[in-house]
């Protein structure tokens, strides 16, 4: 379903004061973020509603979540595994994926829906990337918040000594679905260990480890014959 704009994109205002609380947009001079503004547009989504469909995301635009949730969904290519992320109030998604030449077979994979009621801003990608090689404030702002979001990754343990759990994960959320009544993420029915090994590419007794951890740290719990998910951020995270 097409997004309803919450106010007419004339009102540039809105638009700076919403902008320049994104540390991207932070300490730009007026002009700038009067361009960045003019090529925006507000939108805004109820529960349930579809932003974009496999398929349909190019990176031709990111997006500055102002409210709600947004529920990402991407199809990891190796293990067919679905991996979802649910983003908040102050995040960004597709500035990355905008900034360079993306593979459009990776952008397909991804789907959004707003998890809860939603208002964002849409970023022109093509007028943003022109005005950042002109302003170096702004590529300064771009290039220190890549550097961040690339150190979370490198540095962070988790990421850098769990490959195998984490391909465990990222296959286990191929059988998480959300209870249509209950609003509970669970696993209907768990998959032998040796099947989830299978999937993710390791040894069985790597994915009876990875479990095992999972309900250690009360992220999951046994709910027989499936599984409760109780954060399903934290596993998004895990499996990321």
Same mark, same amino acid.
């Given at each position: 379903?097409?997004?309803?704009?919450?106010?007419?994109?004339?009102?540039?205002?809105?638009?700076?004061?919403?902008?320049?609380?994104?540390?991207?947009?932070?300490?730009?001079?007026?002009?700038?973020?009067?361009?960045?503004? +003019?090529?925006?547009?507000?939108?805004?989504?109820?529960?349930?509603?579809?932003?974009?469909?496999?398929?349909?995301?190019?990176?031709?635009?990111?997006?500055?979540?102002?409210?709600?949730?947004?529920?990402?969904?991407?199809?990891?290519?190796?293990?067919?595994?679905?991996?979802?992320?649910?983003?908040?109030?102050?995040?960004?998604?597709?500035?990355?994926?905008?900034?360079?030449?993306?593979?459009?077979?990776?952008?397909?994979?991804?789907?959004?829906?707003?998890?809860?009621?939603?208002?964002?801003?849409?970023?022109?990608?093509?007028?943003?990337?022109?005005?950042?090689?002109?302003?170096?404030?702004? !590529?300064?702002?771009?290039?220190?918040?890549?550097? +961040?979001?690339?150190?979370?990754?490198?540095?962070?343990?988790?990421?850098?000594?769990?490959?195998?759990?984490?391909?465990?994960?990222?296959?286990?959320?191929?059988?998480?679905?959300?209870?249509?009544?209950?609003?509970?993420?669970?696993?209907?029915?768990?998959? +032998?260990?040796?099947?989830?090994?299978? +999937?993710?590419?390791?040894?069985?007794?790597?994915?009876?480890?990875?479990?095992?951890?999972?309900?250690?740290?009360?992220?999951?719990?046994?709910?027989?014959?499936? !599984?409760?998910?109780?954060?399903?951020?934290?596993?998004?995270?895990?499996?990321?």
């Amino acid at each position: 379903m097409s997004a309803t704009p919450l106010i007419p994109t004339t009102q540039e205002s809105d638009f700076s004061d919403a902008l320049t609380t994104f540390s991207v947009f932070q300490d730009l001079s007026d002009a700038v973020i009067d361009v960045i503004s +003019k090529s925006s547009d507000r939108r805004n989504y109820d529960e349930g509603h579809t932003v974009f469909t496999a398929g349909q995301f190019d990176a031709s635009e990111f997006y500055l979540i102002l409210s709600g949730r947004l529920r990402l969904s991407l199809v990891d290519a190796e293990t067919g595994a679905m991996i979802i992320e649910e983003l908040g109030e102050g995040t960004i998604f597709g500035l990355e994926l905008s900034l360079g030449e993306t593979a459009p077979d990776f952008c397909d994979r991804f789907s959004a829906t707003a998890e809860e009621a939603l208002s964002m801003i849409a970023i022109d990608a093509e007028q943003f990337r022109a005005l950042a090689s002109q302003r170096p404030s702004l !590529m300064r702002n771009i290039a220190t918040y890549v550097a +961040k979001q690339l150190s979370a990754v490198r540095f962070d343990p988790e990421h850098t000594e769990t490959a195998p759990h984490q391909r465990v994960y990222a296959a286990l959320l191929h059988f998480v679905e959300r209870d249509a009544m209950t609003g509970q993420w669970r696993i209907e029915r768990m998959p +032998k260990h040796r099947e989830l090994a299978d +999937k993710a590419g390791v040894e069985e007794v790597v994915t009876a480890d990875a479990v095992a951890s999972l309900i250690q740290e009360g992220v999951a719990q046994r709910d027989y014959p499936g !599984m409760v998910i109780n954060d399903i951020s934290r596993l998004n995270e895990l499996a990321s």
